[in-house]
Nanobody
Framework: QVQLVESGGGLVQPGGSLRLSCAASGSIFSIYAMGWYRQAPGKQRELVAFITSGHTTRYKDSVKGRFTISRDNAKNTTYLQMDSLKPEDTAVYYC???????????????WGQGTQVTVSS
């Protein structure tokens, strides 16, 4: 059984910073891309950033220059450093990962439970 557990959300003032973490645990053969999504009330879930196993990264335009995604392959963990936060960044943030649990299996996408980020004065 594979689990993704996020941490690091909370309430922060505009201009502040937060660092989200997402750790994958369980029976894991390999992890390919890992990503962060967010969903604000009344809106669809959207991709914020992703990172490949080779550390290639991509970002949503509105977070470029403010958010940084990284990963520690030895710890099966991805991080999202969020700086210069704005009220419009308020959302539930979810991580996901493309994971192969056995060498003979295809990779599947797994999701974390989400962590709330609120940017407000």
């Amino acid at each position: 059984q594979v689990q993704l557990v996020e941490s690091g959300g909370g309430l922060v003032q505009p201009g502040g910073s937060l660092r989200l973490s997402c750790a994958a645990s369980g029976s894991i053969f390999s992890i390919y891309a890992m990503g962060w999504y967010r969903q604000a009330p009344g809106k669809q879930r959207e991709l914020v950033a992703f990172i490949t196993s080779g550390h290639t990264t991509r970002y949503k335009d509105s977070v470029k220059g403010r958010f940084t995604i990284s990963r520690d392959n030895a710890k099966n963990t991805t991080y999202l450093q969020m700086d210069s936060l704005k009220p419009e960044d308020t959302a539930v943030y979810y991580c996901n990962a493309d994971i192969r649990i056995r060498q003979s299996d295809y990779a599947q996408v797994y999701w974390g439970q989400g962590t709330q980020v609120t940017v407000s004065s």
